[in-house]
Every structure is written in structure tokens, then in C-alpha cells.
């Protein structure tokens, strides 16, 4: 499968930006799709995940600022972010999974393809 991420950049504190992910796979409903970020000098870190039925589940530091959804048609799940702040700053990635719904679909481990990332910058 590919997997590109598109949509990064530098937005000032409290903006908004949209990120795609667009994946090339057979049977795209079949898989969830999940976020992650990764800071300067820090882990990888989950943000937000959506399932085939449309379930979405949120990181606390991300809840009621951020969005997830898909299209279906596109094959895109899209990541919208607003009310940004600096601490959102990082390189974000998309990622792929076919493991199912459960409480690992939190974690770097369940998911089988990623993204190359798109730089987020939140800066006055």
C-alpha cells in the first residue's frame, strides 16, 4: 500500500490547516486509518484514529480541535486542525491498519504502512 500525507505547514497560533492522507490499497473501507506525530526529540505519538463505520477516537490535547474523517470515494482520510498552538508543532504521519478496533490502535505497533509525514509548524 501507499500512503502520502499532504497539507503541512506554518500557521500562526489559533489558525487552521487540513491534512490529507491518501492511501492506494485494494478494499480501502477494510482498514482503519490513524495519525500520529512526532516532535523534535520526542516519541512518536498517536493522535486521532477512524475505523470503516466512521468511529473516531481523540488523544485528549487534540479533543474538540481536531477532526477526523474520510472519503471514501478518494480514498482520503483527512485530519482538520484548528485552534492550533505551538505545542502542535511536529512532523505528522498517516498510518494504515488491518488489526481491527481495539485498544493497541493507539500504538505504532498495530499499523502496517505509513506515510513520509508533513511538517505542522505552529509559530507567531
Known amino acids: 500500500a501507499q500512503v502520502v500525507e499532504s497539507g503541512g505547514g506554518l500557521v500562526q497560533p489559533g489558525g487552521s490547516l487540513r491534512l490529507s492522507c491518501t492511501v492506494s490499497v485494494p478494499n480501502f473501507d477494510y482498514y482503519a486509518i490513524g495519525w500520529f506525530r512526532q516532535a523534535p526529540g520526542k516519541e512518536r505519538e498517536w493522535v486521532s484514529c477512524i475505523n470503516n463505520s466512521d468511529d473516531a477516537q481523540y488523544t485528549d490535547s487534540v479533543l474538540g480541535r481536531f477532526t477526523i474523517f474520510r472519503d471514501k470515494a478518494k480514498n482520503t482520510v483527512y485530519l482538520e486542525m484548528s485552534n492550533l498552538k505551538p505545542e502542535d508543532t511536529a512532523v505528522y504521519y498517516c498510518?494504515?491498519?488491518?488489526?481491527?478496533?481495539?485498544?493497541?490502535?493507539?500504538?505504532?505497533?498495530?499499523?502496517?504502512?505509513w506515510g513520509q509525514g508533513t511538517q505542522v509548524t505552529v509559530s507567531s
Open positions: 498510518a494504515v491498519t488491518s488489526r481491527g478496533w481495539g485498544p493497541w490502535i493507539q500504538t505504532v505497533h498495530a499499523y502496517d504502512y
